[in-house]
């Protein structure tokens, strides 16, 4: 699935990149991802089935985000998905709007 842009007019929102997540992805296909995404500014899509749920696997997706330099915001309707992403430093929104502010 390539990743996304949304458009926006707040100068604010313009360079960040959104990567939507099938739900089957697991923490190396991500981390793939996540390297080629072209802004330092990143919204990561997570559906709520997803197969991410290891707290081991969002560490890891989290150190590799600092290795790159990038600001990851973790969007999910699930609170437990949130709550996870927010363990190991994440910025966590149900919304991607709410992520985009």
């Known amino acids: ?7 926006s007019n707040n100068k604010q929102n313009q360079d960040k990149q959104v990567l939507y997540i099938s739900p089957d992805e ?7 991802r996540l390297a080629q995404a ?3 500014d990143v919204a990561i899509v997570i559906p ?5 749920r290891s707290h081991v696997a969002w560490r890891l997706l989290q150190r590799s985000a600092q290795k790159l330099g990038k600001d990851i915001s973790i ?10 992403a927010r363990s190991v430093r994440f910025k966590a929104a149900a919304t991607l709007p709410a992520a985009l502010m």
Do not use: F, G, N, W
């Open 26 to 32: 697991d923490v190396t296909s991500i981390r793939e």
């Open 38 to 40: 072209s802004t330092p």
């Open 1 to 7: 699935m390539a990743a996304k842009r949304k458009p």
């Open 48 to 52: 709520p089935q997803t197969h991410l």
């Open 75 to 84: 969007v999910s309707s699930d609170p437990h998905i949130r709550a996870i």
